[in-house]
């Protein structure tokens, strides 16, 4: 899963599910420790395929016991403090999970008061090092108040200087300023735009712009890649409205009340009957089509009203019925990507989100799954409106 946030725009939030390998061997939070490594070591451009990726991280995490990569770590493989803060920070290959432990490893990269560490670090290992520091931060950031008695004690165990100021935002000031240190390095992974598009949507609720704040106005490299990578999905988005635009009703389930909607026009199934192609509607299942079927039989098929008798045998002769839909035509589309399969989304309440609602896409969640979530979800945001819990 992999959500991003833009300041004025719902929340869109990727959620991805494969069948894994029964042969590939599943540590415990493995999950987690590919997740932050795919969202600090790897350029938000170039997102490692999820299941090859998930063989290449059991195997390497089965020749590569924490116990055994620790030594050479310590010694000054810098590739392997990356790796051992990763598996700090997810708690796989590790008692448990711990930021500071994290960062322990990552100074010895990346503070410059480490000489002895700085020679022969590569600047790939360097920004991705930056990158995981800015995670490292964040993570403290997000865990506070809940966890600062542990945090606390990592930060003694570990040797490590308390976030200046307020922890809180001391700890969102120093993920900043190593997001921007990778940033301008040239390297710009998701954890980086992320971070950078809180600090943005932060200024939006507390009504100071943040990123001009003395304190956060020198992190210009961050500030740019954001402002850019904002430019370059709202660029996509008049792309896909543009297209949408041609065919609005390829990129929508006809069917009053579903919701779905498709990323791509080959995720809705359009139908295979006679009526116009600017009134050909698209459904994201058969069952949606049914259900529709009273309103788009007139379009479809009209005045086409054979008796009780005449539709009778056609019945028995073709297998047919009448009163029935036809089939739904698969639609290609020349710009889907070959490597993944389209996308169907819908949106979801999210009282305390930006619009009041997150964007769910997913490339292989059934539309009812989605549409159950959906459901289940306004439930319990309305019970709790109810009884006045509010989000809690």
Request: proline share 7%; hydrophobic share 35%; net charge positive.
């Amino acid at each position: 899963m992999y959500t991003a946030n833009i300041p004025g725009m719902a929340p869109r939030t990727h959620i991805s599910i494969r069948k894994i390998p029964k042969d590939v061997i599943q540590y415990e939070n493995m999950h987690v420790y590919m997740s932050i490594k795919t969202a600090t070591t790897f350029d938000h451009r170039q997102q490692p395929n999820f299941g090859e990726y998930m063989i290449e991280c059991s195997k390497y995490l089965t020749e590569s016991k924490s116990e055994d990569i620790l030594a050479p770590a310590r010694e000054g493989d810098t590739a392997l403090r990356l790796e051992l803060a990763i598996r700090y920070l997810s708690a796989c290959g590790t008692r448990r999970k711990s930021a500071d432990g994290a960062l322990f490893f990552l100074d010895m990269i990346t503070d410059p008061k480490n000489l002895e560490y700085l020679a022969g670090v590569s600047r790939d290992i360097m920004a991705k090092a930056l990158s995981c520091t800015a995670f490292a931060y964040y993570d403290k950031y997000l865990f506070l108040p809940e966890a600062a008695e542990t945090i606390e004690a990592d930060e003694v165990q570990f040797n490590r200087p308390k976030a200046p100021g307020d922890p809180i935002l001391g700890n969102l000031y120093l993920a900043a300023r190593y997001a921007d240190a990778s940033a301008r390095r040239g390297f710009v992974s998701p954890a980086v735009l992320d971070i950078g598009f809180l600090v943005q949507g932060l200024s939006d609720q507390v009504r100071i712009n943040l990123t001009q704040a003395p304190r956060f106005r020198v992190f210009q490299n961050l500030w740019r890649v954001c402002n850019d990578r904002q430019a370059e999905i709202l660029e996509e988005e008049r792309q896909r409205r543009r297209k949408a635009a041609k065919a609005p009703n390829a990129y929508i389930c006809a069917a009053e009340g579903c919701g779905i909607t498709g990323e791509k026009k080959a995720v809705l199934r359009a139908c295979a009957g006679k009526c116009p192609p600017d009134l050909k509607p698209h459904y994201c299942s058969k069952a949606c089509q049914t259900k529709d079927w009273p309103r788009h039989k007139p379009i479809c098929k009209p005045g086409a009203k054979p008796s009780k008798s005449t539709a009778l045998v056609l019945s028995d002769m073709n297998k047919l019925r009448l009163d029935e839909p036809g089939a739904l035509l698969t639609l290609e589309d020349e710009d889907l990507d070959p490597r993944e399969g389209p996308g169907c989304s819908i949106d979801i309440p999210a009282p305390n989100l930006p619009g009041g609602k997150m964007h769910i896409i997913s490339q292989n969640l059934s539309p009812e799954f989605l549409k159950q979530f959906r459901n289940a979800t306004h439930d319990i945001v309305s019970t709790r409106a109810a009884d006045g819990s509010g989000s809690r």
